[in-house]
């Protein structure tokens, strides 16, 4: 078993394939949809629909090597409130722009690093959104946190505005690897970040890390999986690092050679998986781990997971609005990413204009396709009959055979599933898929 | 060249002096369909369209020779296709007569034309098979192995396949839209059976999952 997925890992292990946290990727979104489309999107929401926000702050005290976000170091406090006002004068366009009301079931601040606006801030945003939208009376209110700056009082505030979950960027708490990403931040330090947020109130406790990072070994991730275990949090994720430095500046200090090869990749991944699902989490999808009663746990066991830009949700009926610069809305109809250039973005908000700079219209074989790869992604299973009879999938199939041969995949029917070897390939079984064209597919992260 | 390997020097010699040596500009045309079998050709270089007019003036590309395949030997009268080049191309060229008179004086050679006769047809029988899969990456991955295994036939490497031509020739040939062709292209390549190293070659990554995928071997 072992040598077979050794064989398996040297062949898909290199593979370029896209992450598909939305389909079609990002990646092939184009300047064809504009602020029209986003204005009429907006307006054929229901009035009284439930959705998910997305704020999206574009800064950071300092850069992290490895970064791959849209996000640019700050120190001037004018140009985060700037920024800011902009963010809550978003707010009114879009809600101008809407039946009212919509009602907002979860909340999610995203960056960069988003308490960088400060409680005052963060309370000014809530304000402007609470004056245009319903909040959810069980409103998931989730913000990205950098366990650096997390102290009582921040903590305190934030419960106070309501935050009742909470995503730490962990990363990876070998001394080594955190200076080779540069990004110290001592066990100490994280874990007086959560207990900090648990006596404020705030419970519900995500973990992010990250394999593939320069110097981590396999046996250095386990240690790190072994303190985050200590601090108990409801959720782990576990996002393999994208090494693109033709496109991310800073990540050319990072030294190539450091960074493990395919396979040692696939293993890191593997002993995560182990550290967690032997200590009681449930895997979740291919990346995030929860303990059997979480919300996400649950609806991975029922098959009712989806998966969205921040990963996976038990949103059942995922419409995301979007603000921020680089902030993409998963509407209906398709699929608007605002212009990531914040001066750009500033000034059509100044101007009052959406800043919608590309998207994606959906085509009834586009949901078909992305419900097929969203289920795989999610469940490791999809039914390929909503893609009509077989003769409509024939070059699919023929291209699964290869992978039903290396017992990655099994065919029933018209059910398809990833075997548990398969798991870890189930990105390159979901790309037989995607319809999109891309000639040059280096822009995407490795398949495992 | 193939057609010499089977014969003693002398009667190289003569083959020799009956040959003539034709070069050829990209784009540019060989022989019409229809046209008067008078020479039979054999490619040193480069690379050959094959096709034929439709009665609503599209055209079906039938096939591609390349260097060590042969032109002519099997039609009757005349032409039946059109050959033009995709790049620039060597052909040598002999009179049908010759041939016809060569091929009464040296049996080694009639055996060796007939074996290459025996070549072409086989190769059409390939064509019909790629021809008649269903799925684009089945033609496509069909019409890869088919061109690797014949330069490997020709003693050349089965990869990287030097695709000399445009997508549109190959989509012609295979019945299929531009846009299909090159989607399965990369479909081929995420699923790492192939590499794209430059827009003219394809390298075989994993030839035996390739033959799987152009439902070619079963599993």
Redesign the interface.
Same mark, same amino acid.
Do not use: G, H, K
């Given at each position: 078993m072992a040598l077979m997925t050794d064989h398996l890992v040297r062949?898909?292990g290199g593979?370029?394939?896209p992450r598909y946290t939305s389909y079609p990727s990002a990646a092939e979104f184009s300047a064809s949809v504009g602020q029209k489309d986003h204005e009429t999107w907006l307006r054929h929401l229901e009035p009284g629909s439930r959705i998910s926000v997305y704020l999206h702050v574009p800064y950071c005290r300092q850069l992290c090597l490895y970064c791959g976000c849209h996000t640019k170091v700050v120190r001037r406090d004018e140009v985060i409130d700037r920024y800011r006002e902009t963010l809550e004068a978003e707010i009114r366009l879009v809600a101008r722009r809407v039946k009212e009301p919509l009602r907002i079931a979860r909340l999610h601040w995203g960056g960069g690093t988003p308490s960088i606006l400060g409680l005052d801030g963060l309370r000014s945003v809530l304000d402007s959104l609470a004056r245009s939208f319903d909040f959810d009376a069980g409103l998931e209110h989730a913000i990205e946190l950098d366990p650096r700056f997390v102290s009582r009082p921040l903590a305190q505030g934030l419960a106070a505005l309501g935050v009742n979950r909470v995503s730490l960027g962990v990363q990876d708490l070998d001394d080594i690897v955190q200076l080779a990403i540069g990004r110290v931040q001592p066990f100490d330090d994280v874990r007086s970040a959560v207990e900090f947020l648990r006596e404020a109130g705030i419970e519900r406790l995500n973990l992010d890390l990250m394999y593939g990072l320069p110097h981590q070994t396999c046996e250095s991730i386990q240690e790190t999986c072994t303190k985050v275990l200590s601090l108990h949090p409801d959720r782990v994720a576990c996002y393999g690092y994208a090494h693109m430095p033709q496109r991310k500046a800073n990540q050319r200090l990072i030294n190539s050679a450091a960074l493990p090869g395919p396979e040692e990749r696939f293993l890191q991944a593997r002993a995560v998986a182990e550290c967690f699902t032997q200590n009681g989490y449930v895997a979740i999808g291919l990346d995030h781990f929860a303990r059997p009663t979480d919300p996400l746990a649950m609806a991975s066991l029922s098959g009712t997971l989806h998966r969205n830009f921040q990963g996976y949700t038990d949103d059942d009926r995922p419409i995301l609005v979007a603000f921020g610069a680089s902030a993409i809305s998963q509407l209906p109809d398709g699929y608007v990413q605002n212009v990531a250039d914040i001066g750009t973005y500033l000034r059509a908000i100044d101007e009052e204009r959406l800043p919608a700079a590309r998207g994606y219209r959906l085509t009834p074989d586009d949901r078909a396709r992305g419900t097929i790869i969203e289920s795989l992604m999610c469940n490791f299973t999809a039914d390929l009959s909503i893609l009509g009879e077989p003769?409509h999938y024939?070059?699919e199939? #023929?291209?699964l055979?290869?992978?039903? #041969?290396d017992g990655l995949v099994r065919l029933d029917r018209h059910s398809m599933m990833m075997t548990e070897a398969g798991r870890p390939f189930v990105r390159?079984a979901a #790309?037989?898929f995607?319809?999109?064209? #891309?000639?040059d597919?280096s822009r995407f992260s490795a398949a495992v | 060249m193939a057609v010499c390997s089977a014969l003693q020097d002398d009667e190289v010699a003569e083959l020799e002096r009956a040959m003539s040596f034709v070069r050829l500009e990209s784009n540019t045309s060989l022989v019409e369909e229809g046209e008067p079998r008078r020479r039979v050709y054999t490619l040193t270089s480069g690379l050959l369209r094959l096709s034929l007019a439709l009665p609503d003036g599209r055209r079906q590309i039938t096939g591609f020779l390349m260097p060590g395949d042969y032109l002519g030997l099997a039609d009757d009268e005349i032409y039946a296709q059109t050959a033009e080049a995709v790049v620039p191309s060597g052909l040598c060229s002999f009179s049908v007569r010759d041939m016809d008179r060569l091929m009464e004086r040296y049996p080694r050679l009639r055996d060796r034309l007939h074996l290459m006769t025996r070549a072409a047809l086989r190769q059409a029988r390939e064509t019909q098979m790629i021809l008649g899969r269903l799925a684009p990456s089945e033609k496509v991955a069909s019409f890869l192995l088919h061109m690797s295994n014949r330069a490997a036939a020709y003693g050349r490497p089965e990869s990287p396949v030097p695709l000399p031509m445009t997508r549109t020739d190959i989509a012609d040939y295979l019945g299929l839209t531009i846009e299909t062709v090159s989607r399965t292209f990369t479909k081929l390549k995420t699923q790492g059976l192939i590499r794209l190293p430059d827009p003219h070659s394809v390298e075989i990554v994993d030839k035996s999952r390739l033959a799987v995928v152009a439902g070619l071997t079963v599993h």
């Open positions: 062949r898909y593979l370029q394939v003769s024939v070059d199939l #023929a291209l055979r290869p992978l039903i #041969a390159l #790309a037989v995607d319809q999109f064209r #891309a000639d597919f | -």
